[in-house]
């Protein structure tokens, strides 16, 4: 797992470190059951405070990225798990939202939308 921190980023660090971790788990750098550093290693490899990783962890936890187990600490959960697949669901259709309001404010028919939808998912 690797996680690069940023003092210039416009997020916080616990969200730098939520939003590397989140991708590494969907994209399979971190694979399911992986057990996590321990909040206080994770902490301590970075500079940073207990609190800033308790934070970035209790979230992922939260969005169903990861489960705390008692005695085993924090470990990646299955990505097709329900609780994911609705997370990104969610986050797919904020982006779509997104998309909806630029097109219409250069007048792009619907049609144009769903064919430029289509060429980027052939990528």
Do not use: W
């Given at each position: 797992?690797?996680?690069?921190?940023?003092?210039?980023?416009?997020?916080?660090?616990?969200?730098?470190?939520r939003e590397?971790?989140?991708?590494?788990?969907?994209?399979?750098?971190?694979a399911e059951?992986?057990?996590?550093?321990?909040?206080?290693?994770?902490?301590?490899?970075?500079?940073?405070?207990?609190?800033?990783?308790?934070?970035?962890?209790?979230?992922?936890?939260?969005?169903?990225?990861?489960?705390?187990?008692?005695?085993?600490?924090?470990?990646?959960?299955?990505?097709?798990?329900?609780?994911?697949?609705?997370?990104?669901?969610?986050?797919?259709?904020?982006?779509?939202?997104?998309?909806?309001?630029?097109?219409?404010?250069?007048?792009?028919?619907?049609?144009?939308?769903?064919?430029?939808?289509?060429?980027?998912?052939?990528?």
């Amino acid at each position: 797992m690797k996680v690069v921190l940023s003092n210039q980023s416009e997020f916080p660090i616990y969200a730098q470190i939520r939003e590397q971790m989140k991708e590494q788990i969907l994209s399979g750098q971190i694979a399911e059951g992986t057990v996590l550093p321990s909040i206080r290693q994770l902490a301590r490899d970075l500079g940073i405070s207990v609190i800033t990783t308790t934070r970035a962890y209790r979230e992922l936890e939260s969005e169903g990225y990861i489960a705390s187990v008692q005695g085993k600490g924090s470990i990646v959960l299955k990505r097709d798990n329900t609780v994911l697949r609705e997370q990104c669901i969610r986050q797919i259709e904020e982006h779509l939202r997104e998309a909806v309001v630029l097109s219409e404010r250069i007048r792009m028919t619907e049609e144009e939308l769903l064919d430029m939808l289509k060429r980027t998912r052939q990528r």
